[in-house]
């Protein structure tokens, strides 16, 4: 971790603000290359001033000051600020690559903190979880992780499970000594379930693993969502029919895109009208996009207002695939005129079906990961420990057993914690990262 690397670390799509983040020993001299605002200070600073993407390519721009070791990755972090402008930000990361810095891997930046114990993978498993939260529950739970709350409850398990192993295994190398203080099997067996008891309920506070992502269709009455519905799922489900508000509750199917195992959900149109059903119908339509992993967006491209339904859409949210529908009605130049903001399926004829099953796989995948695999690692390991405790409490009058036990139970803790794992485990978690994260 000797060299500087770089990434776009502010959010895609229609941001105000745009954000490079360099980390690493050259972290400002790589910056200079761009930020025309100053020498490198002292300490911790705000610098005001130019970026420069060549070319005449110039905007305002702050550059953020971060001395090591007191930063994130405990490296010399800068980060410069500017216009979220996606030619810009390529521009000035392709100018600080050219300077020396390297493109950083996914994840890679929370990697150097993990690596130089800022953080522990707990924490850094919770910058995903964090930025993934679907609901409150998630959100509480990832924040108590970053803060180092449930790390230290676990620190707090192991030296307590130490500190039992060890007066057992003094019993056992030392059992002719006089000053060696043994430790009867009621006490120990009192301690391991104190430690078994305290970590159960940390685990059953953790909110439920979602198994399958949930994939929500959305858009204005009659875009042909019900009919895509069914479509993807290979049978009528939802029912079809050409009046308006004919859905006015979500329909649910089970279904696979890619690997993933997915809920597909066809929620009311929205539109004119008013009313107790209509109301509660957009009241269900929020609480299922609400709850979403995977997002989509349906327009009938073949009405007169589908371009103000599109404009309407992207101005509601950002979807994470946007359909046009009922193509089979538009001929080829009105098609041509869409571009390439949205994929044109035809569930009627079967066009553009396995492209749009596509696009959601990829959407699909995009979303199952590091905070399932965190998930899916932290709940193994804590169930490995849990029996390894188990077994301990029943074998307390057997110090030798016991001992072993409980040091398996350590192991176990350790992993959740960071300690103990191959380059090959790590680079699992940390890949499904963010780039710039």
Known sequence: MNDTIVAVSSAPGKVLRGIIRLSGPEAFARAA????????????????????????????????????????????????????????????????????????????????????????????????????????????????????????????????????????????????????????????????????????GMRASAPPRRERLRIVLAGRENAGKSTLFNALIARAHAIVHEDPGTTLDAVTAEVFFGAAPCTLVDTAGSGAGGGPLVEAAARARERALADADVTVGVVDISAPDARAAFADLRAARTFDVLVGAKVDLLDAAALQGWGGRLVPVSAATGRGMELLRGALAAAAAGKHDSGALAGARQEHAFARALEALARAEDEADRPELCAAELRAAEGALGEILGEGLGGDVLGRIFERFCVGK
């Open 33 to 200: 290359a761009v930020f025309r605002g100053g020498a490198r200070p002292a300490g911790r600073a705000v610098l005001f001033g130019e970026v420069d993407g060549g070319d005449g390519l110039r905007a305002p721009g702050q550059v953020l000051v971060m001395p090591g070791p007191r930063s994130y990755t405990r490296e010399e972090i800068v980060e410069i600020h500017t216009y979220a402008a996606p030619p810009l930000l390529a521009r000035l990361v392709a100018r600080l690559v050219a300077a020396g810095a390297r493109p950083a891997e996914p994840g890679e930046f929370t990697l150097r903190a993990f690596l130089n114990g800022r953080i522990d993978l707990l924490q850094a498993e919770a910058v995903a979880a964090l930025i993934e939260a679907r609901g409150e529950a998630e959100f509480r739970h990832a924040q108590r992780a970053l803060a180092g709350a449930t790390g230290e409850a676990l620190a707090a398990a192991r030296e307590a499970l130490l500190g039992v192993r060890a007066r057992l295994e003094a019993e056992l190398d030392f059992p002719e000594e006089e000053d060696v203080r043994f430790l009867p099997s009621a006490a120990a067996r009192a301690a391991i379930r104190r430690v078994r008891e305290d970590l159960a």
